[in-house]
């Protein structure tokens, strides 16, 4: 067998054994152990939090497992008639000298002249910023298209963009990518000539090498492209993802363009689902982006990734009837996933507070006083925290390309995770979101004051979490104690790497 294979075999079977393990032992103690009213109450609580964990975690497990066998799409024939084809880039009070380089790199597409033509879709507010971008596209060559105001920020951009322009297809870039195989329109264009419902093609979307922090941040989103897209692609719903793709104009405007979300191109493919239209993914990679290096600016994407996914539930739930059960499993996970790995987290560390408070894990696991830790604590008492151990590497092993970057991505899940209840609840009750504000040219100095400031919620909750660690180790609670320090250092990452990174 394949070790690769072997290894897929190896989390399924793990993923499969320990849910049962905690479910099947869990099931037990609620019926069998716990006696008064609030005890039972709360085990039925945390049941229903491991089955959701068990959901989510069987769910990613099977896109890692079944990417596997995904075949890359066969090669196709050339387009025997060239169609004509418009190359943009967005940008937002971008460095001018940024936005040049990702307009220079453009221009050397392997496509006819006659066929081509560039924009600059610019929202900036700034004047001397605009200026020198006007100026740019006048040396480049480049029709250049600015608002005045940013409604509907970069939908409405694209919109307005879709609005002036008459090419057959289209692609974005970012301000900050740029193309470094000028085969991309020859290689991505016969998709489409194969497939008249065909909407969009997405190519491999990932940074230069950086740092550390960097290359864990982009492996985080890489799990998306390696493991969920090639899957997404098989079943015709592989997602745009707002840049480094293709679309097809008349398809996009037949859609209604592009809605009015902060996850515009999530949005445009939900819609073109419900239209008949589709997406695919082709895992090559054409084009390069800045890596992402501050925390605060990964702290904004989430922001907004969260609230624009959440945004989606009540289209989902309405539409549920037209949906594959393919499809609804990935818009399933797409709309909930990031709710799951945010709140359930927060869940699970409130649920150890009250079993602290409680007593309940005296019940559990007969935690011992801590300095007789050593002689009284039995193997099995520590069971549960050393499979979240295994786990932890495991996910950090096998889903990533390196231990430190796994490690690192694994705590930025839970650094984040109250940014982004926040933006879900926003997108629930339809409250504006809320950003943090990240000067782009800010230069960056550490500071544990801003640091703190920044994470203010995920700072006090750690420390409240330390807290009750601290108390439950002064009543001989130490089991609790070892689970909410255990809580707590995750949570503290986000100062921590607030502090690092900035």
């Known amino acids: 067998m394949h070790p690769e294979i072997l290894r897929r075999y190896v989390l399924l079977l793990f993923v499969g054994g320990s849910s049962f393990f905690a479910v099947f032992y869990f099931t037990y103690l609620t019926l069998f152990v716990f006696s008064s009213f609030m005890e039972i109450v709360l085990g039925f609580v ?18 890692y497992f079944d990417s596997y066998f995904v075949k890359d799409r066969p090669a196709t024939r050339p387009v025997k008639k060239l169609p004509t084809v418009a190359l943009g880039v ?39 910023i605009v200026g020198e971008l006007r100026r740019t596209c006048t040396e480049l060559g480049v029709i250049f298209m600015h608002r005045t105001d940013r409604t509907h920020f970069k939908a409405g951009a694209l919109n307005h963009f879709l609005d002036q322009m008459s090419e057959d297809y289209f692609g974005m870039f970012d301000a900050d990518e740029e193309l470094t195989h000028p085969a991309f329109l ?30 864990a941040v982009d492996e985080t989103y890489a799990f998306f492209l390696r493991f969920i897209q090639p899957i997404r692609s098989r079943d015709q719903m592989a997602m745009y993802q707002g840049s480094m793709g293709l679309l097809r104009s008349s398809l996009v405007r037949d859609a209604g363009g592009f809605p009015h979300s902060l996850t515009e191109d999530t949005a445009l493919s939900f819609e073109a689902d419900l239209k008949g239209f589709h997406g695919i993914y082709v895992p090559k990679q054409y084009a390069v982006g800045k890596p992402i290096e501050r925390f605060s ?16 539930i009540n289209p989902y739930l309405k539409n549920w009837n037209r949906f594959s059960s393919r499809k609804r ?40 006083a801590f300095w007789q830790f050593a002689p009284q604590i039995q193997f099995s008492d520590l069971l549960p925290m050393l499979l ?15 231990f430190r970057r796994g490690v690192i991505g694994y705590f930025l899940n839970f650094s984040v995770a109250l940014v982004r209840m926040r933006a879900i609840f926003n997108a629930m009750l339809n409250r504006k979101a809320l950003f943090v504000v990240v000067k782009k040219t800010d230069s960056f100095q550490r500071s544990l004051k801003k640091a ?10 750690a420390m409240a979490l330390l807290l009750f660690a601290f108390s439950s180790f002064i009543h001989a609670d130490v089991i609790s104690g070892l689970w909410l320090s255990y809580y707590s250092l995750l949570f503290f990452s986000a100062p921590l790497f607030a502090y690092v990174q900035g």
């Open 388 to 402: 979240t151990l295994i786990s932890m590497y495991m996910v950090a092993t096998f889903f990533f390309t390196s």
């Open 297 to 312: 600016e990964f702290l904004v994407q989430q922001n907004r990734y969260s609230y624009g996914n959440a945004s989606l």
């Open 90 to 128: 967005a940008s937002y009070n971008e460095d001018p000298a940024l936005v040049k380089k990702a307009l220079v790199s453009l221009k050397t597409v392997d496509y006819p002249k006659s066929l081509l033509k560039f924009y600059l879709l610019d929202d900036s507010s700034t004047p001397a």
């Open 46 to 63: 945390f049941i229903l939090l491991l089955l959701l964990s068990i959901v989510f975690n069987f769910v990613g497990t099977s896109y």
């Open 452 to 461: 703190v400031r920044l994470t203010l919620r995920e700072t006090s909750f």
């Open 329 to 368: 499993m990935h818009y399933f996970t797409q709309v909930f996933g990031l709710q799951y790995i945010s709140a359930v987290y927060v869940f699970f560390a409130l649920l150890t507070v009250l079993f602290a408070l409680m007593g309940i894990s005296r019940l559990i696991f007969s935690g011992e």
């Open 186 to 215: 020859k290689d991505v264009l016969p998709y489409f000539e194969a497939d008249p419902l065909l909407i969009s093609v997405q190519t491999v979307k990932r940074t230069r090498v950086g740092s550390l922090f960097s290359m």
